[in-house]
C-alpha cells in the first residue's frame, strides 16, 4: 500500500520583485544574479501569510482533485516562517478551507520540510490510520530574511505548494529516504525570540536567517546524488528510468551539479525558480503544480523529488504518477 497524489495547488503573494529592485537595497547587479543562482525575480507578501498562501494552495489541490474539503483526514503544513505560534498554520487552513474532519498540525524542516510532511502522510495512511491528506509547503520568508544582506536577500521568494494525496495499491510513492544532520545545524540558522523573563535576560541578536551559502552549495551537489541513489534503490529503479527530478528550487547551478553527478541531461530537471527564487518549503509543491498544470504529467510518468537544507536536512522521494 502507498498513497498517490491526485490533485496539486499553489499560490504566490501578488508582488513580484525584480533583481533590479533588489540593486537599490544592498550592492548586487540582476548579471550577478542570474549568473551565480539562476533567479531573476520573486514574489514576497504585501499582507499574504503562510496559512492565506496555505489555504489557497489546499483549496486549489482539492479542487484538482475533485474533492471536498469535508473529506480531507489530516492538514499537514510545513514551513519554517509561520507568523504565529499558536495556532499553527494547518489549523488556519483548516479554518479558512472549512476541513472540518481533518487534524491538522505543523512541521518544520526547514527546506526538506515538504517532502518530510509527505512522508508522514505516507507513514498516517500506509499504517491505516487516515485514508488520505492535504500536504503544503508554505513560506513568508520575506519577514525573516535580512534584507541588508546580499548573501542571502537575493535568493528567497514567498509562496505556497499543496498536494491531496490518497490511499492506493500500487504505484504512487515507490520509495523514499530522509536524512537530519544536527551537527552542522550552524551552516543555515534563523533564531526566534531571545529567552526573556523575570528570571532570566538574554540579548535579543538580529532573528533573521543567516547563511554559509558555499557550505550548503557544497553539501547539496555531494549528497543529494546519493540521497537520491539511496531512493531510487528502494524503488528498484535507476536513475535513467527517471522522467522527472523535481528539485529544491534553490540555485540553478546546484541543480546542474547534481545532474551531472547522476548523469542525467539538464532537459529532464524542470526549473521555475528564474521566475519565483528559492521558496524553502514551498519550492517542490509551487514546481510540481505548474507542471501538473501544464499537462506535462501522464500516467505511468516516474518522478523523483528531492529537496536540502537547514538542519542540515535532506530527502528523495520516487514517485509514479498516476
Ligand atoms: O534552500 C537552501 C538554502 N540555501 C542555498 O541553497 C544556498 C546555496 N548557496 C548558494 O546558492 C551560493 O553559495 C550563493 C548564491 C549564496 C553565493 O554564491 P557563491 O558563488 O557561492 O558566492 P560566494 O559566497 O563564494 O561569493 C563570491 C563573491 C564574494 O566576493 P569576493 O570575496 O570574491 O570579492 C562575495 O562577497 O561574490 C560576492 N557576493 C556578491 N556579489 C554581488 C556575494 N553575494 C553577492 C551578491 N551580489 N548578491
Redesign the pocket.
Known amino acids: 500500500m502507498s498513497i498517490k497524489i491526485t490533485g496539486t495547488g499553489s499560490a504566490l503573494p501578488v508582488r513580484a520583485v525584480t533583481n533590479e529592485e533588489i540593486t537599490h537595497l544592498?550592492?548586487?547587479?540582476d548579471e550577478?544574479?542570474r549568473e551565480?543562482?539562476g533567479i531573476g525575480g520573486r514574489h514576497v507578501s504585501t499582507g499574504e501569510t503562510v496559512a492565506s498562501l496555505a489555504a489557497r494552495a489546499c483549496g486549489l489541490a482539492l479542487e484538482n482533485a475533485g474533492k471536498s474539503a469535508r473529506e480531507v483526514e489530516l492538514i499537514l503544513v510545513a514551513t519554517c516562517s509561520p507568523e504565529d505560534v499558536t495556532p499553527c498554520a494547518a489549523c488556519q487552513v483548516q479554518e479558512q478551507i472549512g476541513a472540518v474532519n481533518a487534524v491538522a498540525f505543523d512541521l518544520n524542516a526547514?527546506?526538506s520540510g515538504f517532502l518530510f510532511a509527505l512522508h508522514t502522510a505516507w507513514a498516517y495512511v500506509e499504517s491505516g490510520i487516515y485514508q488520505n491528506a492535504l500536504v503544503a509547503g508554505s513560506e513568508v520568508l520575506s519577514k525573516i530574511v535580512d534584507w541588508e544582506d546580499?548573501?542571502?536577500c537575493?535568493?528567497f521568494g514567498d509562496g505556497a505548494g499543496a498536494v491531496y494525496v490518497e490511499k492506493c495499491e500500487d504505484g504512487g510513492i515507490l520509495g523514499f529516504v530522509q536524512h537530519s544532520d544536527g551537527s552542522r545545524g550552524h551552516v543555515?540558522s534563523g533564531a526566534c525570540r531571545a529567552l526573556e523573563n523575570p528570571f532570566f535576560h538574554q540579548e535579543q541578536t538580529k532573528n533573521y536567517i543567516k547563511?554559509d551559502?558555499?557550505e550548503?552549495?557544497s553539501f547539496?551537489v555531494r549528497q543529494i546524488p546519493k540521497t537520491i541513489e539511496e531512493a531510487l534503490a528502494r524503488a528498484e529503479l535507476s536513475a535513467g528510468e527517471v522522467d522527472l527530478f523535481l528539485l529544491?528550487q534553490?540555485?540553478r547551478?546546484?541543480i546542474e551539479g547534481i545532474s551531472k553527478r547522476l548523469g542525467v541531461d539538464m532537459d529532464r530537471f524542470p526549473m521555475n525558480l528564474e521566475r519565483v527564487g528559492?521558496t524553502?518549503s514551498a519550492s517542490i509543491p509551487l514546481l510540481l503544480d505548474e507542471i501538473n498544470r501544464k499537462g506535462a504529467l501522464k500516467p505511468g510518468m516516474r518522478l523523483v523529488l528531492s529537496g536540502?537544507?537547514?538542519g542540515l536536512t535532506c530527502g528523495a522521494c520516487v514517485v509514479e504518477w498516476q
Open positions: 544592498v550592492d548586487t547587479s550577478w544574479i551565480r543562482t526547514a527546506c546580499r548573501g542571502t537575493i535568493l543555515l547563511m551559502g558555499r550548503i552549495f547539496a529544491h534553490a540555485n547551478r546546484i528559492n524553502s536540502f537544507g537547514g
